[in-house]
């Protein structure tokens, strides 16, 4: 994706594009679940030891108790797809690129040990956040800004950010803290020049 012109402020020009230097796996961060999978193709999700699902189907019976343990399925269909549930995807419908590939989990004590006691809706939807996150790894949802002054240079930029919209989100605040400065900048030049 070539830098996208997404608006101008006092000749300020704000971009986005697509992140492709090999963005960091979200799987990298301190997250509160454990994502683990089996595909013969990809290493996904967290290294763990399991040799296969009912390995850890027997492992989460007796250590599971308390837990949230939710399905991950996977569509590989000119790229990769991650969300919730163990169905095929709605646009593969006959289940031939796309299915269950493993599971994101947390142990009551990993919840308790986060959050405190009584927290399962919080864990669960911190999970989901997860999953969605990844899912914008595996898909190359991630970009980075760049903010140009009026004489083209690049004034500002970051990457890294895990959705376009978010991405946006924040480089137009950059944009705003750019133009003020500049702003700022020129009025000190005024009243020095008028001494």
């Keep these: 994706m070539d830098n996208e012109l997404i608006t101008e402020e006092q000749g300020f020009k704000l971009y986005v594009a697509q992140d492709d230097m090999s963005p960091e796996s979200p799987r990298e961060w301190d997250n509160l679940g454990k994502m683990i999978c089996w595909h013969r193709n990809y290493d996904l999700g967290d290294k763990h030891s399991f040799a296969n699902p009912s390995e850890f189907m027997a492992w989460w019976k007796e250590e599971g108790k308390g837990g949230i343990l939710l399905p991950l399925a996977l569509l590989d269909h000119s790229g990769l797809s991650m969300w919730v549930g163990s169905e095929a995807s709605p646009f593969d419908p006959g289940g031939w690129d796309s299915g ?49 002054n009026p004489d083209g240079e690049t004034v500002d930029s970051c990457w890294g950010f ?32 008028a001494l």
């Excluded at 919080?122 to 595996?138: I, P, S």
């Excluded at 003020?180 to 030049?189: D, G, L, P, Q, V």
């Design 100 to 148: 269950q590939v493993g599971w994101i989990y947390c142990t009551k004590e990993m919840i308790v040990k986060e959050y405190g006691k009584n927290k399962r809706k919080l864990a669960e939807k911190v999970l989901r956040g997860e999953v969605e996150t990844y899912d914008q790894y595996l898909k190359g949802d991630v970009y980075g800004y760049i903010i140009k």
């Design 162 to 193: 895990y959705g376009y919209k978010y991405c946006i989100e924040e480089g137009k605040s950059m944009l705003k803290c750019q133009v003020e400065r500049h702003n700022k900048e020129e009025k000190m030049a005024e009243r020095y020049m």
